[in-house]
């Protein structure tokens, strides 16, 4: 059965001290409260061990925002997966349009990266997503099935343990928002495509939709029927805001 999520990717924001406490104070204010939500914060490599300290796994999760496609060796200022699993991440968001676009990086990359991240024990938050003019010019449904079927040569079971997130790139701290009909048409068409490959195993994957997501479109967005929750950028870089989204799912 799929899971409602809110993740926050806090992206190259917050130093360690601000994200420190920022974590804190998302853990205190789920704490012993009941959401009807997995919440996940996806930090900075920086933070993962500090972070690791004041959150509770059982009220936050915690992930990384991304690892290298390397095992290790001789790779000046990657991560690897397994580094990250080391400091109690269990999340780790691959494939970001900000990834994709300002590093390059391709199918081929991202399938490794996934591999690596499922060896290790860490759920991976995969990210698909058009850019505007794919939008406008009609390719953008083609677009992101290219970029989900790059992960369709893996076993049914590993593809069963990831979670995907739509972002259309055109929306990303834009202000922008895809409408609640374009979040759901897309999460629709992207559930048939894994369907297509995996059976019922669509039924059970959580998409998430990431793109300038708030607590005031949150609950609309939310209410969709294969909108199953967010990736979550500028708003999850304040506690309140944060918890307006989660609030969204109540």
Not at 160 to 174: D, H, L, M, R
């Amino acid at each position: 059965m799929r899971k409602n999520i809110v993740a926050g990717n806090w992206k190259m924001n917050t130093t360690l001290e601000e994200g420190v406490e920022l974590a804190s104070s998302i853990n205190d204010a789920l704490k012993g409260k009941k959401h009807n939500c997995d919440v996940v914060i996806c930090v900075p490599a920086t933070h993962l061990v500090s972070v690791n300290a004041v959150i509770e796994p059982e009220t936050v999760g915690l992930g990384a925002e991304n690892c290298s496609e390397h095992e290790k060796g001789a790779y000046t200022g990657e991560i690897s997966a397994s580094m990250v699993a080391s400091t109690g991440a269990t999340y780790c968001i691959l494939g970001h349009s900000e990834r994709r676009q300002y590093f390059g990086e391709n199918n081929e990359q991202l399938l490794k990266k996934t591999k690596l991240a499922l060896a290790n024990g860490l759920t991976p938050i995969f990210c698909v997503g058009e850019m505007l003019e794919q939008r406008e010019n009609g390719t953008f449904n083609d677009v992101v099935r290219s970029q989900i079927e790059a992960l369709f040569s893996l076993p049914i079971e590993d593809f069963s343990k990831i979670i995907v997130a739509y972002e259309p790139v055109w929306a990303i701290g834009t202000g922008k928002t895809a409408t609640a009909d374009q979040a759901q048409d897309m999460h629709a068409n992207i559930r048939m495509a894994i369907r297509e490959k995996y059976g019922d195993v669509a039924d059970d994957t959580s998409i998430l939709y990431g793109g300038s997501c708030k607590p005031t479109n949150a609950r609309e967005l939310f209410a969709k029927p294969d909108v199953d929750g967010g990736l979550i950028g500028g708003a999850a870089l304040n506690a309140d805001s944060f918890m307006g989204i989660i609030e969204a799912f109540d």
